[in-house]
């Protein structure tokens, strides 16, 4: 192999992972999208077909880079909307994790909640009636006290 052409790694991931942290990845610093774009090997799509793709890849891209920072180096990565990512000091990690998962957690018994609520119940015979009202009794309650405990006593 010749000592010109530089060892990659793979999947691209990890080499932005490494080219980040041999830059000296500092709190505070963003990371556009772009950049990530460029250091993924992604082209902008062209087609409809195209951007869905590319978004699934970007996506699994930089989830992978995110897990990967906060595992091996916790480090911290905030998504910021149609910018990219902020990394963030981990003074702030717990707060920012705290509240990011209790907004998805909160998110994900809204989404279940929506989908025990709007059922075609006619087509439900007594037993299924009964399953979907437990149900549906059971992610009321569950919001309701994990709502509470995140709320916390001061708020």
Request: include cysteine; hydrophobic fraction near 40%; glycine fraction near 6%.
């Given at each position: ?12 991931w ?63 990565l ?50 299924q ?27």
């Amino acid at each position: 192999m010749s000592e010109d052409v530089p060892l990659k790694l793979s999947p691209a991931w990890r080499q932005v992972q490494a080219d980040l942290m041999n830059a000296g990845l500092q709190d505070g610093r963003v990371i556009t999208d772009a950049y990530l774009c460029e250091s993924f090997g992604l082209s902008p799509p062209t087609t409809a077909e195209d951007a869905e793709k590319f978004r699934a890849l970007f996506n699994f891209q930089a989830g992978q880079l995110c897990d990967g920072l906060l595992r091996e180096h916790r480090i911290l990565l905030r998504r910021v909307t149609n910018i990219g990512y902020v990394v963030v000091p981990p003074q702030d990690q717990t707060k920012v994790s705290m509240d990011s998962g209790a907004s998805e957690m909160l998110r994900a018994f809204e989404r279940a909640s929506l989908r025990v609520r709007y059922i075609r119940t006619e087509s439900l015979d007594d037993s299924q009636l009964k399953e979907n009202a437990d149900a549906a009794a059971k992610l009321g309650a569950l919001g309701s006290m994990m709502r509470k405990r995140l709320k916390g006593p001061n708020e």
